[in-house]
């Protein structure tokens, strides 16, 4: 078997690598300009260029740009403009790391696509399952769980029982530097992760502009300055005087209003998954069923029903809100992922 490395430059994948070297697998390395190609991408290729030498581990270099620009950077800014809080590193990985790398990697020959990703795969073929990693701090399950079953099973996640402190302790105890500091963040193409700033400067369209703040009931009691601004939950910076403190509880696209209200209207009791991916097929599932709809949430007992073109999940006690656009990932108890969608929406 031939293994293609998706390298970053940061410090997970360049361990992954590593490792499954050091396992004495036969692999290549493979990193893909998911931006515009600046100097600082120069000179990351060239820090990897290096690392792969030394390791005797050919590299690849894939420019991908426009294709991100696409299929990851534009939708994020459309659904921003639709109200709607978009999850771009759920997206990416089945439309570029195990979408387009993992193409272009099997034209390199390679039977399997590796990552740095903290996840585990259990089985083969059909069987093949996406667990969660064990580092529970770290687990990149809910991630992956728009990537469709038969890439998975050609997925390998060296790091699947590592944790990271371990991770950045190897590769110190082998002098290794990686050629970027890890975890810099939360999503790669906006810089300091200034999500409004980043809409502002690269929307095409004009954004949403100031609107009605309503409360439930419809009532008006104050002005907004674009719904993208705001996030589901949010207290502080709505700028409205009330009895009680105001929760942001919906974006309303179609009359461009954000609906607010107190902290006992945020619990919601079900939601809508749409592009539902499914990872087990259903009748393999178990009785007892678990739902995070957001990165390191503690999952939640649902219970889940087939519906026109998706999954309602409804839980079974009172459930933070999610953030339509977010993903909805559905596990068993034990961590097994047997479905992803994006939250359409929730009701209470
Ligand atoms: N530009 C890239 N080219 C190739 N593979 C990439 C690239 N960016 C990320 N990956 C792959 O996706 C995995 C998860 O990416 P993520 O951005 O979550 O990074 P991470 O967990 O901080 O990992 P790392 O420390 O390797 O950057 C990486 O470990 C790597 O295998």
């Known amino acids: 078997m031939k293994i293609a490395v998706a390298v970053s430059g940061g410090t997970d994948s360049l361990f992954s690598l590593i490792l499954l070297k050091e396992q ?170 200034d999500y409004c700033a980043f809409l502002e400067h690269r929307s095409l369209e004009p954004l949403p502009g100031p609107g009605k703040i309503i409360l439930e009931d419809g009532s008006a009691v104050g002005r907004h300055n674009g719904i993208w601004r705001y996030t589901l939950g949010q207290r502080r910076g709505i700028g409205v005087a009330w009895k009680e403190p105001l929760y942001v509880i919906a974006k309303n696209a179609e009359d461009n209003t954000l609906t607010v209200g107190p902290k006992s209207s945020l619990p919601i009791a079900c939601c809508q998954l749409r592009e539902v991916n499914i990872l087990v097929p259903q009748d393999q599932w178990p009785e007892k069923l678990y739902a995070q709809t957001h990165y390191r949430q503690k999952a939640r007992p649902v219970e889940v029903e087939l519906t026109d073109g998706g999954l309602e999940l409804r839980f079974t006690e009172a459930h933070t809100r999610p953030a339509p656009g977010q993903i909805g990932a559905l596990y068993t108890e034990d961590g097994t992922v047997l479905a992803g969608g994006v939250i359409s929406h929730s009701c209470r």
């Open 24 to 193: 004495g697998h036969d692999v290549f390395a493979v990193h893909a300009f998911f931006l515009p190609p600046d100097d600082k991408a120069h000179e990351t290729v060239a820090g990897l260029q290096s690392r792969c030498d030394a390791l005797g581990v050919p590299l690849h270099v894939l420019d991908l740009h426009k294709e991100f620009q696409q299929q990851v950077i534009d939708p994020f800014i459309a659904a921003y403009a639709t109200g709607k809080t978009p999850n771009p590193c759920a997206l990416c990985n089945p439309t570029m790391k195990f979408g387009l790398l993992f193409d272009r990697a099997k034209e390199l020959d390679a039977s399997h696509v590796a990552t740095g990703h903290y996840a585990r795969i259990q089985g083969e073929g059909a069987d093949a399952r996406l667990i969660r990693g064990t580092d529970p701090v770290k687990d990149q399950s809910y991630f992956l769980s728009l990537v469709p079953q038969e890439r998975l099973a050609k997925a390998i996640f060296p790091l699947d029982s590592w944790c990271k402190t371990d991770v950045r302790s190897e590769l110190e105890k082998r002098g290794i530097v990686p050629p970027l500091p890890s975890d810099s963040q939360e999503i790669c193409f906006v810089p300091g992760d």
